[in-house]
């Protein structure tokens, strides 16, 4: 096994950037697109709207809540591999669909199946950029993450046209070869190990000779390294888990009523639905923009993700106020450049509050937590709007979540300092600005931790218990 001090800079690191792109563009587009056969579903089998909902609703929760298990194959194997196998697993999910004679059947089979296998292809495309990536990682997020726009812009009409040839049952047999293609992206994902995999003991020789009782116990202690629940521990991961939940809870509900908002201030069905594709083009426009610009300014990224957040909350209370399509047009096309931060930093944020090496596991923690948000949103869009009779409350509701989810970040020891707190590394480097990062190994497990000042920074920051 052969261990890197350094990320590589050569040109392989933006195959895995492009290998990303298209795994965006099939994964989270296919997700966002897929309530085009939210129609031809409810009308198939006579269910109500709200259940028909749970198709995609549990899709986008499989596909987050489980990322744990996603970082944990990718831990015990290689991200290359899961994100084959996370291919081939989606594209067997939209065959089976092709059967269903009932909604449960769609349950398990578009919701759980499917899920199940994007979830596989889409956090380990991300642990693999921080992995190959340091100084430029959030630019690289940034163009990774755009194809997500990319695919939201693209795969509605393409799922339409696929009903319209071949109905519904057509369509997903031939929707089923969209994943596949991401095979042909997680072989070129060429495995990376940093020095901290082999200083944190994470690649490891198995003696010779060893007893079943002595391989059991090396299982076990294989299995929770390889889940990493010791993160959840650190006060600092922990809280901005949280941070996220507030995002995604608040973002989710704008998804629910927007196009109901709209045709209620009299904007015709067809112009309303467009609104999504602003947002996605808007967003595909400002991840690689935003990634650039993190990189490059200065500021910390802590202070830019909390500024898109920010701007974030702003705009979805200022949606109840756009009284004509053009005001709705224009709060989307700012909607999109906002959350184009917020999405290209979500991989860079986890890198900071745990380490490169324990990226994958990070990812996956982090991810439950926005999958959770994103159960949770629309449902409580849904109960709002029933109590009250009025979409606006949604709107403002979710820009609270949004701004409580900023200042949330405000409770982590030193996250506001030009400095990394990463867990698991003991590196200590200087940026080209001359200012020391720190990271802390094993930063909490014996129950205690300091900030060091530095001459270099000039800095000197509080003291924590991690």
């Not at 198939?44 to 709200?50: H, I, K, P, R």
């Not at 009903?163 to 047999?173: Q, V």
């Not at 990463?422 to 990062?437: A, F, P, Q, V």
Request: hydrophobic fraction near 45%.
């Amino acid at each position: 096994m052969q261990f890197a001090e350094k990320p590589p800079n050569g040109g392989w690191r933006w195959v895995i950037v492009a290998s990303t792109f298209f795994l965006h563009v099939v994964v989270v587009g296919s997700l966002k697109s897929f309530g085009v056969f939210y129609t031809e579903f409810r009308e198939v089998f006579q269910e109500s709207a709200g259940v028909t909902s749970f198709i995609s609703s549990i899709l986008g929760a499989a596909l987050l809540m489980c990322s744990p298990f996603a970082g944990a194959l990718s831990n015990l194997t290689s991200c290359r591999a899961v994100i084959i196998a996370g291919g081939v697993i989606s594209a067997v999910g939209l065959v089976v669909s092709f059967f269903a004679q009932t909604m449960i059947h769609l349950f398990f089979s578009v919701g759980l199946l499917t899920g199940f296998g994007f979830s596989l292809m889409y956090s380990p495309s991300l642990a693999m950029i921080g992995r190959y990536f340091d100084k430029r990682h959030a630019t690289a997020n940034g163009i990774g993450g755009c194809g997500a726009g990319i695919g939201t812009f693209a795969f509605p009409p393409l799922f339409q046209f696929l009903i319209d040839e071949f109905g519904w049952r057509g369509a997903l047999l031939v929707a089923a070869s969209t994943p596949l293609h991401g095979c042909v992206c997680g072989a070129l994902m060429r495995p990376i190990h940093p020095k901290e995999d082999h200083k944190e003991g994470k690649v490891n020789i198995e003696p010779q000779g060893s007893t079943d009782k002595q391989g059991l116990v090396t299982f076990c202690d294989k299995i929770m390294e390889a889940f990493d629940v010791t993160l959840l521990k650190h006060r600092h991961f922990l809280l901005y888990c949280m941070s996220l939940f507030g995002t995604s809870l608040g973002t989710s509900m704008i998804y629910v009523h927007l196009l109901a908002h709209a045709q209620n201030i009299g904007v015709e069905k067809t112009p309303a639905a467009f609104l999504l594709s602003v947002l996605g083009i808007s967003e595909a426009v400002s991840r690689p923009l935003h990634g650039w610009l993190s990189d490059r300014i200065h500021i910390s990224k802590v202070y830019y993700y909390m500024i898109g957040n920010t701007g974030l909350a702003i705009l979805n209370i200022a949606i109840p106020f756009g009284r004509t399509y053009t005001d709705l047009v224009a709060c989307m096309v700012f909607y999109g450049l906002f959350s184009g931060s917020f999405n290209a930093l979500l991989a860079v944020m986890v890198r900071i509050y745990s380490s490169a090496s324990r990226i994958s596991s990070g990812l996956g923690w982090a991810l439950v937590f926005e999958g959770t948000g994103y159960l949770l949103g629309p449902p409580v869009a849904g109960w709002l709007y029933d109590a009250t009779g009025d979409y606006d409350v949604s709107f403002y509701t979710a820009g609270i979540f949004v701004f409580l989810s900023v200042v949330v970040l405000f409770l982590i020891p030193c996250s506001t300092t030009r400095r990394s707190l990463s867990l698991g590394s003991d590196s200590r480097e200087s940026n080209k600005y001359g200012i020391e990062t720190v990271a802390f190994r094993n930063l909490g497990r014996d129950g205690k931790g300091m900030c060091r000042s530095d001459s270099v920074s000039g800095h000197r920051n509080p003291v924590f218990q991690a």
